[in-house]
T-cell receptor, first 111, second 115 residues
């Protein structure tokens, strides 16, 4: 079993839809949680960052962390074709530990 | 926006050649990383460094080597390139965790093709 699991699989939604992306993890020591957006053939771009549990909102994006359930989510409101990319969750326990990434969810937003 | 740079962005090279992929960051980060990623596939950590003169192997075995002589510079070298080395190589750096801060930033990547 992988340390970080990510769902759903490849996702296609119509423009304007609300998108929910999720990751579950097994290591209770994780306390730093990130979401990255990666366009094809580009480097991952840091999208959202959350420390410990709670919610964080930035424009159309909301990140949620539930440490008790070992579950994190990214919500995208009013999705746009420009949101079409692969979304990666990542987490870490601290400076001495490396970041652990989920396998990614490929999102397509259809005009 | 992250200040982390990689050169070259694209490289096509013949088998047996020695290559060095450059990575520099101007954010003053101590920790730096190299990842390998095939198209549509997961990221795999191949090397990382805690600071000057520190290098560690990552989760994925790699024939490449790295060095860290300056804080801002973390080059990756392949002594003899082979077609199996064809991939995208991503450099990253991270802040030192302190309180609520511990984030990692990526460069644009180098797409390597070995013929």
């Amino acid at each position: 079993q992988k340390e970080v699991e990510q769902d759903p699989g490849p996702l296609s939604v119509p423009e304007g839809a609300i998108v929910s992306l999720n990751c579950t993890y097994s290591n209770s020591a994780f306390q730093y949680f990130m979401w990255y957006r990666q366009y094809s053939r580009k480097g991952p771009e840091l999208l959202m960052y959350t420390y410990s549990s709670g919610n964080k909102e930035d424009g159309r994006f909301t990140a949620q962390v539930d440490k008790s359930s070992k579950y994190i989510s990214l919500f995208i409101r009013d999705s746009q074709p420009s949101d079409s990319a692969t979304y990666l969750c990542a987490m870490s326990g601290g400076y001495g530990q490396n970041f652990v990434f989920g396998p990614g969810t490929r999102l397509s937003v259809l005009p | 926006e992250a200040d982390i740079y990689q050169t070259p962005r694209y490289l096509v090279i013949g088998t047996g050649k020695k290559i060095t992929l450059e990575c520099s960051q101007t954010m003053g980060h101590d920790k730096m990383y190299w990842y390998q990623q095939d198209p549509g596939m997961e990221l795999h950590l191949i090397h990382y460094s805690y600071g000057v003169n520190s290098t560690e192997k990552g989760d994925l075995s790699s024939e490449s080597t790295v060095s860290r002589i300056r804080t801002e510079h973390f080059p990756l070298t392949l002594e003899s390139a082979r077609p199996s080395h064809t991939s995208q190589y991503l450099c990253a750096s991270s802040t030192r965790a302190g309180g609520s801060t511990n984030t990692q930033y990526f460069g644009p990547g180098t797409r390597l093709t070995v013929l």
